[in-house]
């Protein structure tokens, strides 16, 4: 009788997993969009950040971001706000930050900003602190900040060691 049971038990988790997908698809359509995009050739870096964030205004004071975004035409950007309601992208583009061809904005759906329900990781990634800051190259992480600010003269040189052929 077990042995009957089997395929309809199978079928009916067939039919329940994207049920149960349908509930938050949000998440895991942002987390293939951005694995996708850091797969690709090149160098992408991947930006976590929150308008609420006082690490995260430090890091667009002097339009930072934008700065940087401008002069790094050749690296992908992908800044997904996370723990907040507000996407933020009207802060963002009032500190110079949006409409450049080399970034991608995304808000993830999880808006828990503290405690039990919050974004804890991405791409199986830890994400332990809001602005975390990710660099890959083809697919690899190949560094990441993940408590605070980060300071572009130091991205800069990560961005570029990330891309060092003879390192990889």
């Known amino acids: 009788m077990l042995a009957a049971m089997k395929p309809l038990l199978f079928l009916l988790w067939l039919m329940l997993v994207p049920l149960a997908l349908a509930d938050n698809p949000g998440w895991l359509i942002i987390e293939e969009e951005v694995a996708a995009a850091a797969a690709k050739p090149g160098i992408t870096v991947v930006h976590f950040w929150a308008p609420w964030c006082p690490n995260s205004a430090a890091e667009h004071r002097e339009q930072g971001w934008g700065k940087f975004i401008a002069a790094h035409p050749e690296v992908r950007f992908i800044f997904v706000t996370v723990r907040s309601s507000d996407p933020g992208y009207d802060y963002l583009e009032a500190r110079g930050v949006g409409g450049q061809g080399n970034l991608t904005l995304r808000h993830h759906p999880n808006h828990v900003r503290r405690g039990e329900g919050r974004i804890t990781s991405f791409m199986d990634i830890p994400i332990s602190w809001v602005p975390t800051t990710w660099v890959f190259r083809e697919g690899r992480l190949c560094y990441a900040f993940n408590y605070g600010e980060v300071r572009f003269p130091l991205l800069a040189q ?9 390192k990889h």
């Open 158 to 166: 990560l961005v570029a060691d990330a891309a060092d052929d003879w």
